[in-house]
Each structure stands twice: as C-alpha cells, then as structure tokens.
C-alpha cells in the first residue's frame, strides 16, 4: 500500500497527463480526478441521485445518466448553480482519490487534480507534495490553440478561466517546466520518481 501520495496538477494544455503518463510507464498508479468525477455521478451512483434531486429531472438523459450537456449549461448560467453541483461532487472525487492513493501498490502514488490550485491545497491534507507542471502562458496558450484549432481570444478565455500562474506555483512544493521537448519532460519525471521514491521509503 503507497504511505505517500503527490498531487500533481497544471493548467490547460501544460503537459499535466503527458507528465502522468510518464510516471505511470514507471510504474506508479495514477489516481485521476477526472475519471473519479465521471464515477461520482455515474448511473445509479448516490451522487447522482442528489443531482437529480437539486436539480430536478431534465438534467437525466432517456437512459437515466446525467446529460451532460443539458448540466453544463445550467451551470455555466447560473454560478449558484455551479457551486451547489461542486458540493455535490467534490467531496466525493477527494474520497475516491485518497482511497485510490491509499490502496495504490508500489512506493507511492499520484493523484492527477487538474483544479487544485482552483480547490487550495487545504482540502486535500492527505497529499504528501504538490507537483505542478508549469509553461509559460504564451507557450500554454500556442499549444491550446493547435490543440483544439481555436483563436488566440477564445485560447486567452480558456486560460483565464483557471487558477493563475501564480496560484498554481504557489502551491508546488515541486515544479517540472514543460516547455521544451518530451526527452527533457522524461528526464524529470524521472529524477522526481527518484526523490518520491526515496522520500517515500524514509517516511515509511
């Protein structure tokens, strides 16, 4: 069972899953809010069920899951709105993270959280360090725009939308600068599975 959990995290199109995927090939579990969120609101899940009960009816598709769609745009209309779906689903994705990281074999484990900067660290007490995956913003927002063939205007609303470059690096207690080519985001992946390796085997 990993004792010793990272957090990592990064804005839009910094390199956060390239980076997780690198410590995966070293054999290290991934915890990913992402999926975790998908979970907590899955067909027959309680979360769900509280979803559909604040929010009533209309947000279910014909199959009885969430609709997505049909949710994102009562949220994304009404910030109230939004807040009361968080509380629905947060504390859920922080239980099913910490008790995948708990569970997790090898010498530690990795909890994938794009919005933690968004969150505060204070909520996760549990994680060990913090990663975060950092590019400059010019170069984070030339990747979003080849990504998903947009402007530089709405690639600048996308940005602007998360925690700031700042925020998220001051909660780091470790950086990887992801701005150059994948040899050098693998060369400290790798240093860092050392120190996480060690630091790990002295806190256990």
């Not at 067909?43 to 009960?53: F, I, K, N, T, Y």
């Not at 209309?58 to 609709?67: C, E, K, M, T, V």
């Not at 470059?165 to 150059?180: H, P």
């Amino acid at each position: 069972m990993a004792g010793f959990c990272v957090g990592v995290t990064g804005g839009v199109a910094s390199g956060k899953s390239e980076a997780t995927r690198r410590f995966e090939a070293l054999g290290i579990v991934v915890a990913d809010a992402d999926l975790a969120a998908r979970a907590a609101v899955a067909p027959g899940s309680d979360g769900l069920a509280e979803v559909a009960a604040t929010f009533g009816p209309q947000i279910l598709a014909a199959d009885g899951g969430l609709d997505r769609a049909a949710m994102r745009r009562l949220v994304f209309a009404d910030a109230a709105a939004r807040k009361r779906l968080e509380a629905i689903v947060h504390p859920r994705v922080r239980a099913m993270l910490q008790a995948q990281c708990a569970q997790a074999p090898g010498a530690y484990a990795i909890a994938a959280i794009p919005l933690l900067a968004e969150g505060g660290r204070e909520a996760y007490p549990w994680l060990d360090r913090v990663l975060v995956v950092d590019v400059p913003t010019e170069v984070q927002q030339a990747r979003v725009m080849q990504r998903d063939r947009i402007d530089a205007e709405l690639a600048a609303r996308m940005i602007a939308a998360q925690a700031t470059r700042e925020a998220r690096l001051a909660v780091a207690d470790d950086i990887v600068v992801n701005d150059g080519p994948l040899e050098a985001l693998q060369a400290q992946v790798e240093a860092l599975d050392r120190r996480y390796r060690a630091m790990a085997a002295a806190a256990g």
